[in-house]
């Protein structure tokens, strides 16, 4: 039988309290509000193995990319880390604390505690579509 795999809140909350990953990080971890490294690939200086870890281990906790065996698409796996990301209920971005622009891009998000999270009814669904 398949092992399950970890939903994405806990895995997020499981990476940022590791400390592992330059950049990821609680800003208020009473709160839930963390920082998560987002610099753009164009960027001079970018760096897959600097740049991105998080998407990568998203990609291989998601079975999307297996090291060794595919190739590496750090695009495809911050792409598909993003719509996860816009698709979860219970975490939102924190739109004026992100920096999107410069060498320290990262965007800020909080984890929104179960007694504020909204109802079924009414709750917009986010869809991402990748074309390849």
Sequence with gaps: MPVER???RPWLEEQINR?????LKWLNQEKKIFQIPWMHAARHG???????????????HTGKYQPGVDKP????WKANFRC????????EEVKDKSMKKGNNAF???RMIPVAE???KRGVTLFYCHLFY
């Excluded at 400390?19 to 950049?23: K, L």
């Excluded at 996860?84 to 975490?91: E, F, G, Q, R, T």
């Design 6 to 8: 970890m939903r994405m």
């Design 19 to 23: 400390d592992c990953i330059p950049g």
């Design 46 to 60: 970018w760096d897959v193995e600097k740049d991105a870890p998080l998407f990568r281990n998203w990609a291989i």
């Design 73 to 76: 698409d750090p695009k495809t």
């Design 84 to 91: 996860a990301m816009n698709s979860l209920p219970d975490i």
């Design 107 to 109: 965007r800020v998000y």
């Design 117 to 119: 999270r909204p109802s």
